[in-house]
């Protein structure tokens, strides 16, 4: 069983365009966090979240606690952006998704 | 600068040799863990250790054992490597601010078992 679920596994866009990713999860939390890794990378926690909405420049996330999902938005897409978004749900310990592998060509 | 930091970040290991994993942090987290990450799979924590001197299982120890040498140490030692521990590990360590959680990773240690 899985904790936590991304969609979607894979997602390619062109430059410019609006994405979404997609996470629900099926535990209690505290908190739940984005995270970006690059190809080779290290893992980069871009927001955490207990409620609401959290903007962060060109990325947006937003957590329903009720419905326990959430989702990260990125506006006007750029090749930078080229990576794999990490869902992670818990508290003192964390569920993670096994990852978006989003690829924004120019 | 503050954050995790780990080492090697590159490893190749002979069947039955043996390592150690280091992570640092100073940041004065209490809570430090070890994940590894396989293709296809989330992040699976191998150990944790929520304060200075406890350290607990998660989801996949065996093979490894950890110890927690201090508050800014947390390390992960492979006693004898299996080509079944070739992974990337990712030390974290975490904070809790008022009811949120801040999380720290450390750069990785992909690692080879030939």
């Known amino acids: 069983k899985n904790e936590v679920e991304q969609s979607p596994q894979n997602l390619t866009a062109q430059e410019g365009e609006f994405i979404t990713i997609n996470c629900s999860y099926s535990?209690?939390?505290?908190?739940l966090h984005w995270l970006q890794q690059h190809p080779g990378g290290g893992i980069v926690s871009l927001f955490m979240l207990s409620s609401g909405k959290k903007k962060h420049g060109r990325l947006i996330a937003t957590i329903n606690i009720q419905e326990k999902h959430s989702s990260l938005h990125i506006t006007a897409s750029h090749p930078r952006d080229s990576a794999v978004y990490i869902c992670?749900?818990?508290?003192?310990?964390?569920?993670f998704g096994t990852g978006t592998s989003l690829t924004v060509i120019p | 600068n503050a954050g995790v930091t780990q080492t090697p970040k590159f490893q190749v290991l002979k069947t039955g040799q043996s390592m150690t994993l280091q992570c640092a942090q100073d940041?004065?987290?209490?809570?430090m863990y070890w994940y590894r990450q396989d293709p296809g799979m989330g992040l699976r924590l191998i150990y944790y250790?929520?304060?200075?001197?406890?350290?607990d299982k998660g989801e996949v120890p065996n093979g490894y054992n950890v110890s927690r040498l201090n508050k800014r140490e947390f390390s992960l030692r492979l006693e004898s490597a299996a080509p079944s521990q070739t992974s990337v590990y990712f030390c974290?360590?975490?904070?809790?601010?008022?009811?949120?959680?801040?999380?720290?990773f450390g750069q990785g240690t992909r690692l080879t078992v030939v």
């Open positions: 940041m004065n987290h209490n809570s």
């Open positions: 992670a749900a818990g508290g003192n310990q964390f569920y």
């Open positions: 250790s929520a304060s200075e001197g406890t350290t």
């Open positions: 535990v209690g939390i505290s908190a």
């Open positions: 974290a360590s975490t904070l809790w601010v008022d009811v949120n959680t801040e999380a720290f």
